[in-house]
C-alpha cells in the first residue's frame, strides 16, 4: 500500500493549534505567547515548525474506524477499554519486544497529563523532580503547575550527540528528591538510550530509593540506525518503581486524541495513580479518542513502515540544507523524532537577532531552545515532519534570511 506523504493538506482554519496560532494574526516567535505581526500577510503565509504534530493524513484504518463511529451516530459514554488495552499491549510486542499485562495499563488523557496525576499521586509539594536537560518544555510547565521542584540535570554533548551525566544526577541529588522522569527517545535531540545509559538511570533511581518516569511516546518514531529498548526491558529490576507512559498519538498524528497509558506492574503504586485519576474526574476516556488510537495500534503497521523512511529523507535533507542555509548552524543527528534540534552558536548572533531572522524575515514558527531549559540556550527546535515541497519552501526562506553570513 502506497500513502501519499506529499499531499497538499490545508490546515489554516481547522482548529490546528500548529497553523490556526499563526493565522490569527501573529507569527510565532516560541515564547510563552505568539506576538503581533507586522501585517496579516505575514501570518497568512507563515510556516510552522514549531508543535510537534505532522502535516500528513492519518492511517486510512483509523479513518475507517471514525468513519464508521460517525455513520453510527450515537456518541454515548465509552466503556469496557479492554480492547483499548490488549492493543497497546500487542502493539508494543509486535514492535518492541514488550508483553506487558494489559491490566497494567491506566488510560490517561495524554502523557503530561498522566505525568501530573502520577506526581500528584507519589510525591508531596515541594518534592524535587530531576530532568535531564536540555529537556521537553512541557515538563517543567507540569512540575511547576503541581507545586513540585524542577531540577535540570544538565547532559553532556559528545561527537554531536547528548550523553547522560550520572555524576550531574547524583550531584543534583538531595532528601527532597523524589522522582526522575526519563524522556526514551530524547525530546529535543534525538537520542535513543543505549541499554547501559537506561540500566544506569534506573539502578540510580534504585539505590536512592526514586520513582522513575519512562516517557517513551517517540519511542515508534526510531530511524533504521537505532533500536528503542523499553525500559521495562532494559531494567527490569526497576519495575517496582517504574511508570512507563506510552501513547499512539505522536506515532500516527493523533495528537488531538487526547490519549495515552500509563503503565505500571506495582499494584500499590498503579492503585495510588488510579485514585488521582478518580479524584479528578477522569475515568471515563473520550470516545473519538480511545477509537482512533485503538485503530491505530490495530492497523497502522504499514503507514508507519512508510512514514519512518519519509521523515528519515527529511531529517537528512534538513540538516544538510541548514548547514548551508545559516553558516554556523548546525543539527544535532537525530536517531528518533521528526524535531531537528539545531545548534547557532557558530553564527556568532545573538539570539535576538537569529530569532527575529527566522520569525520575521523568513517567517517560521520554531520552539526556541531556552526554553527546554540548562544546554538549550543557542538551540532551536524544528519539527520537519511536513511535505518535502513545504519543508523546501522553508529552507529557502532561512537562507534568504541569513544570506548575508554566507
Known sequence: MKFDFDR???????????WDRMEAGTVWRGKEAPVKSTGSTEALDAIPMWVADMDFNVPPPVTAALQAEVDRSV??????????????????????????????????????????LILQALSEPGDEVMVFSPAYHAFRYIIEANDRVLRNVPMIVEQGRSRIDMQALADMLTPRGKVV????????????????????????????DLYLISDEIH?????????????ALAAPGVMDRLI????????????????????????????????????????????FGMIATEAAWRGGDAW?????PYLQANRDHFASRIARAVPGSRAMHLEATYLGWVDFTGTGLEMEDYMERITQRARIGVSPGPQFGTGGEKWMRFNFAMRRALLDEALDRLETAFSDLG
Not at 250 to 268: D, Q, R, T, W, Y
Not at 304 to 308: H, P, Q, S, V
Open 8 to 18: 497538499v493538506i490545508d490546515l489554516r482554519n481547522t482548529h490546528s493549534a500548529k
Open 304 to 308: 508507519l513502515d512508510a512514514l519512518i
Open 219 to 231: 519511542c515508534d518514531l526510531v530511524y533504521p540506525e537505532a533500536r528503542h529498548v523499553p525500559t
Open 75 to 116: 456518541f454515548g459514554y465509552y466503556d469496557t477499554n479492554q480492547s483499548w488495552r490488549e492493543a497497546a499491549c500487542a502493539w508494543l510486542e509486535r514492535r518492541h519486544g514488550w508483553s506487558p499485562d494489559p491490566d497494567w495499563l491506566s488510560t490517561t488523557p495524554g502523557v503530561v497529563s498522566a505525568i501530573g
Open 181 to 208: 522522569i526519563l524522556c526514551s527517545p530524547h525530546n529535543p535531540g534525538g537520542r535513543v538510550w543505549e541499554v547501559d545509559e537506561i540500566r544506569a538511570v534506573a539502578e540510580f533511581c534504585r539505590e536512592n
Open 244 to 287: 512507563t507512559c506510552v501513547s499512539a498519538t505522536k506515532s500516527f498524528n493523533l495528537a488531538g486524541a487526547h490519549v495515552s497509558a500509563a503503565v505500571i506492574s506495582n499494584p500499590e503504586i498503579k492503585k495510588k495513580v488510579d485514585a488521582r485519576m478518580g479524584a479528578s474526574g477522569l475515568m471515563s476516556q473520550n470516545r
